[in-house]
């Protein structure tokens, strides 16, 4: 190893460990017998070169911040990095650190880059994270960032991975992923406090695998665009404040969650375009102020796992054919509108337990008991 490299390695660990951190002891070098936890090393030319490191408590052996972590200029200085972690570092709120850092250097090898639980990591994402051209996972993850996303973050073509959630960002999600982003896989911007609708460029993203958007303030109409996301398996969109429902939805085949409660959608369950997604496996639209009946094509998604309708105005009977899909393990009724009897066997209500409720439709009854009792909430059929 080059005597820079090693130096350069040795100062960045000692800005964010402290001084006195000491390796001159390891032997041939940090790549050599007595290796770093969280460092690793490739060969290059016939030379040792620092690839990835990794700082925070991972495991008993593993480089730890103090609480006078700093970045060191020293860092990017080692040309080969490829993967920088940062796991509970910045833990100090009394002296905090921000991403504004010198990424241009890292700009031909880092492919990998996260942050993740630094209650001390404040400020803005910067701009300059956008110069990492080789980027495929970038995870900002339960920090205290705030600001805008930036546009210039659609730079990042190669990215497969953007996951920033759990922070204090705000403002609108910027057009440019969807029309650049195509190679993305996930995208998790949830528990941050972004706002303004959903751009249509968002069904650019076609390769993209889960989108979660959840516990944010989004609002306006829910896109048809997000309609071309073919292989989209995760849809999380819940506590959020948006509104309609597009026939589109039902062009995601490859959908198994779609996650929409405390969201006022309003419209009927036949908008959604349920009945061609049969790979469906968990159906959360709790809370969304859907009206009239529940349609029986719902159970054509035979792979469905759990099924929330509660808190909705949802009216008419309940189809029977729910007790057909023997992988169902919860059903959710509850604070409806709905009518008539439930004529589900005794065998159904066993195997649900405490994971079916009905409770408050006032015209539902029942004439089966589960275990002894009557159905908490739900009276019984008088005829």
């Known amino acids: 190893m080059e005597e820079t490299e090693r130096e350069a390695l040795y100062l960045a660990i000692q800005g964010f460990v402290g001084s006195h951190w000491d390796g001159r002891n390891l032997y041939p070098d940090p790549c050599g017998w007595t290796p770093i936890q969280g460092v690793s090393c490739d060969v290059f030319e016939g030379l040792w070169y620092v690839v990835v490191v990794n700082i925070g408590p991972v495991l008993d052996n593993s480089l730890e911040c103090s609480q006078e972590a700093a970045f060191s200029p020293q860092l990017f200085e080692l040309k080969r990095l490829r993967s920088l972690s940062f796991f509970r570092c910045f833990t100090s709120v009394n002296q905090t650190t921000t991403l504004s850092q010198d990424w241009r250097k890292l700009s031909g090898s880092l492919e990998t880059l996260e942050f993740r639980s630094n209650d001390g990591l404040t400020g803005a994402i910067p701009v300059d994270l956008a110069l990492l051209s080789n980027l495929q996972s970038l995870v900002l993850v339960e920090n205290s960032l705030t ?33 650049n982003l195509a190679e993305l896989l996930i995208l998790d911007l949830s528990g ?53 429902v597009t026939p589109s939805l039902g062009d995601m085949a490859s959908l198994r969650y779609m996650l929409l409660s405390d969201n006022p959608l309003g419209g009927n369950l036949m908008q959604l375009g349920l009945r061609n997604l049969r790979s469906l496996t968990t159906l959360d639209l709790s809370n969304t102020g859907f009206v009239g009946g529940i349609p ?16 909705n105005n949802l009216t008419g009977s309940v189809p029977k054919k ?62």
């Open 322 to 383: 729910f007790q057909e899909l023997s992988g169902l393990t919860a059903l959710y009724l509850n604070d409806n509108n709905l009518t008539g009897e439930l004529e589900f066997s005794d065998e159904f209500y066993r195997r649900m337990g405490s994971r079916f409720a009905a409770w408050n439709n006032p015209n539902l009854c029942c004439r089966f008991e589960s275990s002894g009792r009557v159905l908490p909430g739900v009276q019984r059929c008088e005829n």
């Open 192 to 244: 941050n406090s972004l706002s303004g609708s959903l751009p249509c460029s968002i069904g650019g993203m076609s390769s993209l695998l889960k989108l979660d958007l959840s516990n944010n303030h989004l609002n306006g109409d829910i896109p048809s665009e997000l309609g071309k996301l073919k292989n989209l398996t995760l849809l999380d969109l819940r506590n959020n404040s948006l509104s309609g």
């Open 296 to 311: 029986e094509y719902i159970t054509d998604s035979r792979r469905l796992r759990f099924i929330a309708l509660d808190n």
């Open 147 to 179: 600001g805008e996303l930036p546009q210039e973050l659609g730079n990042l073509v190669r990215l497969k991975r953007m996951s920033l959630a759990g922070n204090r960002l705000s403002g609108q999600l910027p057009a440019s992923l969807g029309n």
